[in-house]
């Protein structure tokens, strides 16, 4: 039976969080229709929180900890990705923004994205395709069509609002199965040691 891998990525702070909570979600519901279609799933799911100082230390060192090291691989080398912000000040937040700065930003070339954010309210939900969206195309990802946005009504009130959430859920995971199957992404082994250009004056060091 083929394997696809999925990593799930969230930049809630809080905990429990919401953020955390939608990310698994659409986790869910793809992983349900990639082993309707005979697929088995190996999911990853990360809380930035947890490795929210090494972060901060590879960004003023240049060097990955170990632990931040074992997320770098796992979401890079991985079939389809779920990344997941809370809105704040109208875009994601900087933990978000900081991890997928540290990253190689070849890494994610031709990777199935669903991108999904949360927020206090609906006013936030245009930063799906005015901040997330265009983080990952300049990272060559390919995004799904359908962003999922949760505002805090979505999750406790009733109404027209919480019966549309797992709707916007079900489709944007039905999108990411579409690329997720057919992936043909090879192997991506993130190596701290390989250099992207020569630190000799001559030029004699080639990088593989």
């Known amino acids: 039976m083929t394997t696809r891998t999925l990593a799930v990525v969230s930049a809630g702070l809080s905990q429990p969080s919401s953020t955390r909570m939608l990310a698994d979600k659409i986790a869910a519901a793809a992983v349900a229709r990639l082993e309707e279609q005979g697929f088995e799933v190996a999911v990853e799911s990360f809380d930035l929180r947890d490795v929210a100082q090494d972060i901060t230390n590879n960004l003023l060192t240049g060097f990955a900890s170990a632990k931040l090291e074992k997320v770098i691989v796992a979401v890079t080398g991985a079939d389809g990705l779920i990344a997941v912000s809370p809105i704040f000040t ?44 265009p983080l990952f195309t300049y990272l060559h990802a390919v995004v799904v069509p359908s ?56 030029g004699a060091y080639t990088a593989s």
């Not at 993130?190 to 020569?198: P, T």
């Open 90 to 133: 109208a875009s994601y937040s900087g933990l978000f923004k900081s991890f997928f700065d540290v990253i190689d930003n070849r890494s994610l070339t031709d990777m199935p994205v669903v991108i999904g954010a949360t927020a206090g309210t609906p006013r936030h939900s245009l930063a799906l395709d005015f901040a997330l969206r």
């Open 147 to 202: 962003g999922v946005f949760a505002a805090t009504g979505d999750w406790g009130e009733t109404g027209d609002t919480v019966r549309s959430l797992p709707a916007r859920i079900d489709r944007a995971a039905g999108e990411l199965v579409a690329l997720m199957k057919d992936s043909q992404r090879p192997s991506r082994v993130h190596d701290l040691f390989v250099l992207d250009a020569s630190f000799s004056p001559t």
